[in-house]
T-cell receptor, first 110, second 105 residues
Framework: NAGVTQTPKFRVLKTGQSMTLLCAQD?????MYWYRQDPGMGLRLIHY???????AKGEVPDGYNVSRLKKQNFLLGLESAAPSQTSVYFC?????????FGPGTRLTVL | GIQVEQSPPDLILQEGANSTLRCNFS?????LQWFHQNPWGQLINLFY???GTKQNGRLSATTVATERYSLLYISSSQTTDSGVYFC???????FGAGTRLTVKP
């Protein structure tokens, strides 16, 4: 049981490049979330999903897109990366009221 | 949206001391959780506590929903308790800025 995994762990992009972050969970959870964490701040919700094929916007969705084609995977895409998107990205899934977090992806946009 | 404020922002303790962390929120909530982020960045769910009191070992939490605050108590602190403690509220999980706890041996 791997829990929640994130790929990649680190990435450096140039402004304007695109990339996709992958979150996978093997716990059959319905709800999944993408957050970003900036230095000295709490997490901010980007997008979330309440089930396969569904997505919804969170607090800071601009510049990101998501897809949930399979229940176990939640993808976060950056179509044209900007330096303001430099952050640590966390994925989470929920069983009942308890959130389980992945280890994070550290993204730097130059 | 709901505003979440945590205090104090930083806390330094000697091992064995007790501490109380506070979370204030600006509106009624149906969901409040406490999390610990360890020095390596890993986030762990501590409590789901929209109201009432819960205890788990040396940690306990109380939420007074009518007065819009929650408290996290850490007793007999250990160096492994170091890290940042966050509270988060509601379905879209609005996080506070956290309390950074440092426990010195």
């Amino acid at each position: 049981n791997a829990g929640v995994t994130q790929t990649p762990k680190f990435r450096v992009l140039k402004t304007g490049q695109s990339m996709t972050l992958l979150c996978a969970q093997d716990m059959n959870h319905e709800y999944m979330y993408w957050y970003r964490q900036d230095p000295g701040m709490g997490l901010r919700l980007i997008h979330y999903s309440v089930g396969e094929g569904t997505t919804a916007k969170g607090e800071v969705p601009d510049g990101y897109n998501v897809s949930r084609l399979k229940k176990q995977n939640f993808l976060l895409g950056l179509e044209s990366a900007a330096p303001s998107q430099t952050s640590v990205y966390f994925c989470a899934s929920t069983l009942g009221n308890e959130q389980f977090f992945g280890p994070g992806t550290r993204l730097t946009v130059l | 949206g709901i505003q979440v404020e945590q205090s104090p922002p930083d806390l330094i303790l000697q091992e064995g001391a007790n501490s109380t962390l506070r979370c204030n929120f600006s509106d009624s909530v149906n969901n409040l959780q406490w999390f610990h982020q360890n020095p390596w960045g890993q986030l762990i769910n501590l409590f789901y506590i929209p109201s009432g009191t819960k205890q788990n070992g040396r940690l306990s939490a109380t939420t007074v929903a009518t007065e819009r605050y929650s408290l996290l108590y850490i007793s007999s602190s250990q160096t492994t308790d170091s890290g940042v403690y966050f509270c988060a509220v509601e379905g879209d999980m609005r996080f506070g800025a956290g309390t950074r706890l440092t426990v010195k041996p």
